[in-house]
């Protein structure tokens, strides 16, 4: 089989005048073709060399440029002075890793008026002083900027592109971007460089969702320098920084100032949440003590065991007797207790009235199988025992029982009302282990925090509901609930009232939370005006964050940028 390496080996000895071509023309001109398409990119440049080793294709592309222009001048020059040659790495071709050596013609400027002499022709493909070619950069871009440079380069080097971290690094620091700062709704948050020690802030449009810049500091003053470049904006959300609150003020004093929704609910919250905690959790634990929280141990009682055991001794016998038994039951109810007379009965039963007349005569055990009446002769003997013992256990009651009546009887009482009991007692047990679990703790707090600080919400579990009848519990609950209706629109009630009652609720916490509203009054108000928050800014810092910490060691302030803006922010769609 000859195959197009077979062929292509033959090459060699064709070109020594030893043998004849096995390619046919018409293969010839694919294999033409392709070499087309791969160097397609190599515009005004002649193959003059290619040769492999193991896994490296080498290859030269020679110009065959006529005419430049000067880098300095710009006046077009013809007289060539010459190669320079280059080494470039390109992307690989086919499986090989491909290195390039370029020679690139040399020029001579004729204008008199400029300073160079000699020049290099530039090409579209290649960067000066470059040793990747545009594409291969563009590749090595494209994966370092969604992975640590380490990690960049192993990758690149399984796809024959060899580059250092350091490399990579270089590469997304050399790329370039313009903030477009027209947006007209923006937000601003914090996010940690060195948490505890570095912040930076990220500007972020509200309306695109995408981040415009982050900004190296949280000072007031850069703070209020970046944002006075911003000509267009209407409404900003923020947190309630005081660097954040004084930018505002200095650089875009029109702009509506809007302050984040959940940092003041979680203000509040932590404010008034945080006393309340360990006394929610003492009072829950001292109810758990006395047993209060848990529910009644299941006792067995007479009245439901004689109601449940006769149930059981009236199943027990046919169909046709349980019939007998209702209507020998209603007849006597009918008569005896309501007094009706026998038509009357037979008029409401349908019944004739010598039947009537039979089941007046006779007695409930004339309908009975004999187990059926020694059993209800026997029901509260039985009952009694079960009371004493606590149990319906078949062996204790036919200790007792026993010689009165046949022990088969007694176990087809006792199976139906045993299991009902055992089957209450689990269930208590399972809800006292609910009780008493870690989890019931948590969501017992959840549940609290949420009568807090949720509108609308009522304590659901036993313990907050206790707990919110304490003096002063449900005031504060009031006030905090009430804020949060507030914030989300539930409550039609002005921040100024709210903020004006809460100033006199006479609870130090809240009061001192209300003035702080007061002082930020106009942002707080925008608040529940407008509908942008900072949420999205949450969501953003968190990206940022995932994105410092696979730099880790490396993370420079501009490479942190570079790898932001490329994958989240306005240059995303550059790539
Ligand atoms: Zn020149």
């Not at 009975?368 to 002769?377: E, F, P, T």
């Not at 269930?427 to 609910?434: C, G, L, S, V």
């Amino acid at each position: 089989m000859m195959t197009i390496t077979n062929r292509c080996k033959n090459t060699n000895k064709v070109s020594k005048g030893k043998a004849k071509s096995q390619i046919n023309s018409e293969e010839v001109q694919l294999l033409l073709k392709l070499m087309k398409y791969m160097l397609s990119d190599y515009e005004n440049m002649t193959l003059t060399y290619c040769e492999s080793d193991a896994q490296t294709l080498h290859l030269t592309l020679k110009s065959v440029s006529q005419e430049s222009l000067c880098p300095d001048c710009g006046e077009q020059s013809v007289n060539t002075r010459g190669y320079e040659k280059r080494t470039v790495q390109i992307l690989r071709i086919g499986s090989m890793t491909t290195v390039l050596s370029v020679l690139l013609r040399k020029y001579e400027c004729r204008n008199s008026g400029c300073k160079r002499k000699i020049f290099v022709e530039q090409v579209p493909w290649l960067d000066r002083y470059a040793r990747y070619d545009k594409r291969c950069i563009q590749q090595m871009n494209c994966i370092s900027l969604l992975m640590s440079s380490t990690c960049a380069s192993d990758l690149l080097s399984t796809f024959g592109i060899k580059c250092t971290p350091n490399t990579c690094i270089n590469h997304l620091l050399s790329l370039d971007w313009i903030p477009d700062r027209s947006a007209g709704n923006v937000g601003l948050d914090d996010f940690a460089l060195k948490r505890g020690h570095v912040y930076g802030t990220v500007i972020v449009n509200q309306d695109t969702h995408e981040i415009i810049e982050p900004v190296a500091s949280r000072d007031a003053e850069v703070i209020a320098e970046v944002l006075s470049h911003y000509h267009n904006i209407e409404t900003i959300t923020r947190d309630r920084g005081k660097c954040y609150i004084s930018a505002i003020n200095k650089a875009v004093p029109r702009a509506d100032a809007i302050a984040d929704k959940f940092h003041l609910i979680e203000n509040i919250s932590e404010e008034v949440f945080k006393p309340i905690r360990p006394k929610f959790s003492s009072f829950r634990s001292s109810l758990e003590k006395k047993g209060l929280l848990a529910e009644p141990e299941p006792a067995l009682e007479n009245g439901w065991l004689i109601d449940r055991m006769y149930a059981v001794v009236q199943g027990m016998g046919t169909e046709k007797g349980r019939m007998r038994m209702v209507l020998w039951k209603e007849v006597n109810c009918l008569h005896n207790i309501l007094h009706k007379t026998i038509p009357e009965i037979g008029d409401i039963l349908n019944l004739k009235s010598r039947h009537i007349g039979r089941f007046l005569r006779t007695g409930m055990e004339d309908y009975m199988s004999d187990m059926q009446i020694g059993l209800n002769r026997q029901l509260k003997n039985i009952a009694a025992v079960i009371l004493k013992h606590g149990t319906p256990e078949y062996k204790v009651i036919a200790k007792h029982i026993g010689r009165k009546l046949p022990s088969g009887w007694i176990a087809r009482l006792l199976a139906p009302i045993r299991d009902v009991w055992e089957g209450k007692c689990k269930e208590y047990e399972r809800d006292k282990k609910q009780t008493m679990a870690k989890t019931a703790r948590k969501d017992d707090l959840k549940d609290l925090w949420r009568s807090f600080f949720i509108f609308g919400h009522l304590p659901k579990s036993k313990a907050a509901k206790l707990f919110m009848e304490e003096p002063g519990m449900k005031d504060r609950a009031y006030y905090c609930s009430t804020f949060q209706g507030i914030m989300s629109g539930k409550v039609k009630m002005s921040i100024a009232k709210w903020a004006t009652a809460a100033m006199a609720s006479g609870f130090n916490i809240i009061e001192s939370f209300a003035k702080g509203i007061m002082k930020d009054y106009k942002a707080v108000f925008n608040a529940t005006k407008y509908k942008q928050n900072n949420g999205l800014l949450e969501g953003t810092v968190c990206k940022i964050k995932s994105i410092k910490r696979v730099c880790y060691g490396r993370a420079s302030f501009r490479l942190l940028t570079v790898k932001v803006l490329y994958n989240m922010g306005i240059c995303r769609t550059t790539f």
